[in-house]
């Protein structure tokens, strides 16, 4: 019997357009100082690491006449070296020659026909550096925990290599089943569990923009959840407007510990003084593009967060907040103390939106924070926020891959469709790091919210004194 793709995952694909691809993606920058990471040991490396994500060497398949859920099989042609790829920057490389790099890679949609992901090796960086770029469909992922297929190739060792992780690879692709085949187990499961007929009824299985009753559907969602959370339909903002293929891609650099001081001092969270800088930056951005801002101007970010406790194995509890940012605040102490009053009273009234209506809206699904920024369907969404701002803490500790040391890494959160930035936050031995993901045309200027993002910390570390 085949795997089938859950219901959540299944709508991150049929959600998705060329314009708007979903991958969740990573920037890596690793320090070689003795030729580090080559592409062979890269490939090596992920080869060795393949046993412990065995989803990687499967590809999504559709049922004839769209049964059941589309499912999961083994690629009987899978090639690594499709997936882990070379590029190479003129040297020296700049930073900036990086994040255009990036940019170009992201707009890229994944290979449908292939295990959904791809991993590049960008050499050539200035200062004996090397970068790993990657990309992942978010119905791979599984568990709040991981990034994307980079993760697997860190550790916490700088002595770690290929041949340190004794995982046995005995994989042989199993022959992949016919549309006869596909069919008859579609109408096995449907026999077993009739439930399943109504399953496949609710996740629309087909193109879910050509469903009216999916659309019925979704309407329904985003009238209960406005009602049921009180939020009215989202400000109109330069940040929404229908976007292209192209994209532009900037970074910012926060350190953790001046964000923790600033909590010290004026309360709240190290979460709330991320939000704040966010709007304060996003204040700064609107008025230097000659947008009218008063004192009422608010951006609504969907906020993920993670509910999971300790004991909770499963990885994947999580609330979505609509916050109001109020970038028409211009003290940063009455900013943060805004945003910090309105975090401490969402979560306890229960003002958040359902997982089940944001799957409709957006391709939501929680087993990754950062693939919260799923498009949206129609351009429903914008209706509900903004953008997106997803937050995912990291470990504190230096990592390496294939030897080399990890000094940074950048999210890559995906597009909504009308939404035209996506930022993406985590934090990892001793800074926050900050990936901005935008549209190439209706926000061209993002490297000048990266840079006031920067900029902020330092404003709200004067107003903490």
Known sequence: MVQRLTALDASFLYLEEPATPMHVGGVLVLECPDGGLDHEALVELVRARLPLVPRYRQKVVEVPGHL???????????????????????????????????????????????????????????????AVVTKTHPALVDGLAAIDIGQVILDPSP???????????????????????????????????PSAVLETARTAVGDVRATG??????????????????????PASPLNAPIGRQRRFA??????????????????????????????????????????????????????????????????????????????????????????????????????????????LSGFAPP??????????????????????????????PLYAGGARMVEVFPVVPLVRGQGLA???TSYDGTVYVGLNADRDSISDVDVLADLIEREVGDLREAAG
């Open 159 to 193: 002595h770690a290599d290929a041949a340190s992780v004794a995982v046995p690879d005995d994989w042989r692709p199993r022959r992949p089943p016919g549309p006869a085949a596909l069919v008859w187990e579609a109408v096995e499961d449907y026999l077993q569990r």
């Open 213 to 234: 009753a999916r659309w019925a559907g979704v309407a329904t969602g985003l009238l209960a959840a406005v009602a049921r959370t009180a939020v009215s339909p989202a």
């Open 251 to 360: 970074v910012a650099r926060v350190s953790l510990a001046e964000l923790r001081e600033v909590r010290r001092a004026l309360g709240g969270t190290v979460n709330d003084v991320l939000l704040s800088t966010v709007a304060g930056a996003l204040r700064e951005w609107l008025l230097s593009r000659g947008e009218p801002v008063v004192g009422s101007t608010v951006v609504r970010a969907l906020v993920p967060v993670s509910v999971r406790t300790e004991d909770d194995t499963a990885g994947n509890q999580v609330s979505s907040l609509l916050v109001d940012l109020p970038v028409g605040e211009p003290n940063p102490r009455v900013r943060l103390a805004r945003i910090s009053y309105a975090m401490r009273g969402l979560a306890p009234r229960g003002q958040s939106v359902g997982a089940d209506t944001l799957s409709a």
């Open 368 to 397: 990754t924070l950062h693939a919260l920024g799923a498009r949206a369907a129609s351009g429903l969404s914008r209706r509900l926020f903004n953008l997106v701002v997803t937050n995912v803490p990291g470990p504190q500790v």
């Open 68 to 130: 059941a859920n589309p499912a999961w099989i083994d690629d009987p042609d899978f090639d690594i070296s499709y997936h882990v790829r070379r590029s190479a920057l003129p040297r020296p490389g700049t930073e900036e020659q990086l994040l255009d790099l990036v940019a170009r890679l992201t707009a890229r949609p994944l290979d449908r026909t292939r295990p959904l992901w791809e991993m590049y090796l960008v050499e050539g960086l200035a200062g004996d550096r090397t």
């Open 423 to 425: 930022i993406g936050l």
